[in-house]
């Protein structure tokens, strides 16, 4: 999306968003006929347009198989689409060539749920910093050691990790240093797909914490997938709600958990526990079957399991209305629906959300100091 702004000088200037996607698509044939001919298929991504300025973090969230992961990795180009378009900085990246697209790749890195499976166990760390040095030519060779030594006091590891192999570490060690991995090449963009859902919660938030700090610190943009929505409202400033491989409701962070307007974004967020047991919670228990993937309801996606389904509902598929760039909703009924009961959104257990406040304060100061003390285990 390009957008008009007046800068101090009152020159008009063109802004350009960092990422746009455009209708895309993926689909997965999951079953062929004796001759090959595809029998079923799963719309894994169907028709998804947004746009990210630099420096947002795009929380991107929804159930388990709605389509989340194949969407970052079509962004990255990992997969191909069926249909629809990305463009990064302007630049059609659907269209690339071998050069522009190990371009792209420096710009646009990955960070995993699991960092044991995407670090190779026979490499030392050194190794696994220096892979992505080399393939794309970031800093000259004499340089190279210094670099990594640079990386690991940045994501709070000792210098000497790097002559150790990766099942030396616990599993947040391990989650650093994929996240030094993704910064070596310097990137712009990281698609950082359920990072923190595998460690312990006292380590999550030391790693979303460390995420927070090395964006304020490179201004780089995230898109975070989780389905963990109080994870998605610690960290992102704007989200989409997905369902079925569409989005469903794209919205500030902010506004999307003071005033979620779909009524799929309503039930995810009421189907977060509370901790205190005295606070309201509007509940919106989702009645019917999980609809299938290879065949989802026709009409609106949601409407075996909606309560405020009507019978156009059954039939006409609703369109992603937006009513501001950053806001729009995907519902017949989105403008005569009762507003959702102020809520108090996904909320953490208050010990967490000190812990929070406190590896906060503490990784501040140590960004501040530029070092770490955080050693192998
Ligand atoms: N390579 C693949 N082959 C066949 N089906 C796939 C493939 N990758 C994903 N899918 C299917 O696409 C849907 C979306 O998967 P995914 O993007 O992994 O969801 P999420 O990350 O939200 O859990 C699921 O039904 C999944 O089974
Ligand atoms: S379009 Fe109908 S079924 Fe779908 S979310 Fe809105 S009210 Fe529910
Ligand atoms: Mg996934």
Same mark, same amino acid.
């Given at each position: 999306m390009v957008t008009l702004f007046l800068c101090a000088f009152g020159k008009k200037h063109l802004v350009t968003a960092l990422l746009q996607v455009e209708d895309l698509a993926r689909h997965f044939v999951v079953q062929r006929t004796l001759f090959g001919r595809p029998l079923a298929t799963v719309k894994a991504v169907d028709g998804v347009s947004f746009s990210i300025e630099a420096g947002d973090t795009f929380g991107l969230v929804g159930e388990s198989g709605c389509g989340k992961s194949t969407l970052g990795r079509l962004i990255l180009r990992l997969i191909e689409p069926q249909r629809g378009r990305i463009l990064f900085e302007g630049k059609n990246i659907t269209a690339l060539g071998e050069s522009d697209l190990r371009m792209f790749?420096?710009?646009?890195?990955?960070?995993?749920?699991?960092?044991?499976?995407?670090?190779?166990?026979?490499?030392?760390?050194?190794?696994?910093?220096? !892979?992505?040095?080399?393939?794309?030519?970031?800093?000259?060779?004499?340089?190279?050691?210094q670099?990594?030594?640079?990386?690991?006091?940045?994501?709070?590891?000792?210098?000497?990790?790097? %002559?150790?192999?990766?099942h030396e570490f616990s599993g947040g060690q391990r989650q650093r240093i994929a996240i030094a991995r993704a910064l070596a090449v310097e990137p712009k963009l990281i698609v950082c797909d359920e990072p923190v859902s595998a460690l312990d919660v006292s380590i999550?938030?030391?790693?979303?914490?460390?995420?927070?700090?090395? %964006?304020?610190?490179?201004?780089?943009?995230?898109?975070?997938?989780?389905?963990?929505?109080?994870?998605?409202?610690?960290?992102?400033?704007?989200?989409?709600?997905?369902?079925?491989?569409?989005?469903?409701e794209l919205a500030p962070a902010r506004e999307l958990f003071s005033s979620p307007r779909h009524p799929y974004s309503r039930a995810l967020l009421a189907a977060i526990p509370v901790p205190n047991p005295q606070a309201r919670? !509007?509940?919106?228990?989702?009645?019917? !079957?999980?609809?299938?993937?290879?065949?989802?309801?026709?009409?609106?996606r949601f409407h075996t399991r909606c309560p405020f389904v009507v019978e156009r509902c059954r039939t006409e598929v609703p369109k992603l209305e937006f009513e501001r760039q950053d806001r729009a909703v995907a519902c017949h009924?989105?403008?005569?629906?009762? =507003?959702? !009961? =102020?809520?108090?959104? =996904?909320?953490?257990?208050?010990?967490?959300?000190?812990?929070?406040?406190?590896?906060?304060r503490k990784s501040d100061r140590r960004a501040a100091a530029g070092v770490d003390m955080i050693g192998p285990k």
């Open positions: 790749r420096r710009n646009a890195q990955l960070i995993f749920q699991d960092p044991y499976a995407s670090l190779n166990p026979r490499m030392t760390v050194e190794q696994i910093l220096l !892979e992505p040095l080399f393939l794309h030519d970031v800093v000259p060779s004499p340089k190279r050691a670099r990594v030594t640079e990386l690991l006091r940045l994501v709070g590891l000792s210098p000497s990790a790097a %002559q150790r192999y990766p999550r938030s030391q790693v979303l914490n460390l995420l927070r700090d090395l %964006q304020r610190r490179f201004g780089l943009t995230y898109i975070f997938i989780s389905h963990d929505l109080a994870v998605v409202k610690h960290i992102a400033n704007k989200v989409a709600v997905m369902n079925l491989g569409q989005f469903v919670r !509007e509940r919106i228990i989702l009645h019917g !079957e999980l609809p299938s993937p290879i065949a989802p309801p026709p009409g609106c009924r989105a403008g005569d629906l009762p =507003p959702a !009961e =102020p809520v108090a959104g =996904p909320r953490m257990s208050r010990s967490l959300e000190h812990l929070m406040a406190a590896f906060a």
